[in-house]
């Protein structure tokens, strides 16, 4: 497999800490620069090392040429690496795709945890596809043709509609305009067969996993899946959309995210500095929602 060259964005803590890296997975159609206005600054003022990556053919990566041949196990090949290169096991932070993304990475035991923000359900995105198509047939076309760069009035309303709420201001909506950019055929086509995956069950790991109540592409009661699947701590947010991370919801996801982080990695100094003298790697526990 060719190793293609990931750029990341990093944000260094505002003071010094021992707690583990944070590392952002965007969704499909965007880039890491969707976490760069409000959740790097966010959380590295809150003392937390921030990485976030853009995927294989997505932003400053390479890849661009061969977009849709790429699949999500060569998204994930491109990732292992990043996530090997930071100082320690991360904490992965990712939205819609990117969760998904984040969720493979924790079966393969390369992270302490992880937060999954509008996740892809287990079964996969067909279920969404199809409601989405019945219920906003011109949704399609739309998306492929901002997708393209190109932008009309029905399309940005959609837009609003689809991964934003009623509330959302055209400021904000803009904000998403300008970091759309082409998916992978491919990768849309695994989603929407996820249901054939048959993935073992996994292994007990801290899990917070967030819904909007208003989101129409993964509907709360498909949030839900991904929650019980890991046996994960659950929130949905009140009002807000599937792009939850841009518009003016951010904050109180971001919020949740930190305090389920301060429980998880508050005795991790602690755990880090018992590893180190029993040789053995240090093991966040797990953080429930209070």
């Known amino acids: 497999m060719t190793q293609r060259s990931i750029h990341i964005l990093r944000q260094s803590a505002a003071t010094p800490s021992r707690w583990p890296p944070l590392l952002f997975l965007h969704g499909g159609y965007v880039d890491s620069r969707c976490w760069q206005p409000r959740f790097l600054p966010y959380f590295a003022n809150h003392g937390y090392e921030c990485h976030a990556a853009d995927l294989p053919g997505h932003g400053r990566s390479e890849g661009h040429d061969d977009l849709d041949l790429l699949g999500l196990d060569d998204y994930l090949g491109d990732l292992r690496p990043v996530v090997a290169g930071l100082r320690s096991k991360p904490v992965l932070i990712g939205h819609s795709m990117g969760a998904l993304?984040?969720?493979?990475?924790?079966?393969?035991?390369?992270?302490?945890?992880?937060?999954?923000?509008?996740?892809?359900?287990?079964?996969?995105?067909?279920?969404?596809?199809?409601?989405?198509?019945?219920?906003?047939?011109?949704?399609?076309?739309?998306?492929?043709?901002?997708?393209s760069g190109a932008f009309d009035e029905d399309g940005l309303r959609l837009l609003r509609d689809i991964y934003f709420t009623p509330a959302t201001q055209p400021d904000e909506l803009l904000q998403l305009v300008r970091l759309?950019?082409?998916?992978?055929?491919?990768?849309?086509?695994?989603?929407?067969?996820?249901?054939?995956?048959?993935?073992?069950?996994?292994?007990?790991?801290?899990?917070?996993?967030?819904?909007?109540?208003?989101?129409?592409?993964?509907?709360?009661?498909?949030?839900?899946?991904?929650?019980?699947?890991?046996?994960?701590?659950?929130?949905?947010?009140?009002?807000?959309?599937?792009?939850?991370?841009?518009?003016?919801?951010?904050?109180?996801?971001?919020?949740?995210?930190?305090?389920?982080?301060?429980?998880?990695?508050?005795?991790?100094?602690?755990?880090?500095?018992?590893?180190?003298?029993?040789?053995?790697?240090?093991?966040?526990?797990?953080?429930?929602?209070?």
């Open 101 to 147: 993304l984040a969720e493979r990475l924790l079966e393969e035991s390369l992270a302490e945890a992880a937060i999954l923000i509008s996740p892809v359900p287990p079964n996969g995105t067909l279920e969404s596809s199809l409601s989405l198509f019945l219920r906003r047939p011109g949704f399609v076309s739309a998306v492929t043709r901002m997708a």
């Open 180 to 290: 759309v950019q082409p998916e992978s055929a491919r990768a849309i086509a695994e989603m929407t067969m996820l249901g054939w995956r048959w993935p073992p069950p996994p292994r007990r790991r801290p899990v917070l996993v967030l819904g909007g109540e208003l989101d129409a592409v993964f509907p709360p009661h498909q949030v839900r899946r991904a929650a019980r699947r890991w046996r994960a701590a659950l929130e949905i947010i009140p009002a807000a959309g599937h792009a939850m991370i841009l518009d003016h919801h951010w904050q109180d996801c971001a919020v949740r995210i930190l305090g389920w982080l301060q429980r998880l990695t508050a005795a991790y100094p602690t755990a880090a500095a018992e590893a180190g003298r029993s040789g053995h790697p240090a093991r966040l526990n797990d953080a429930r929602a209070g």
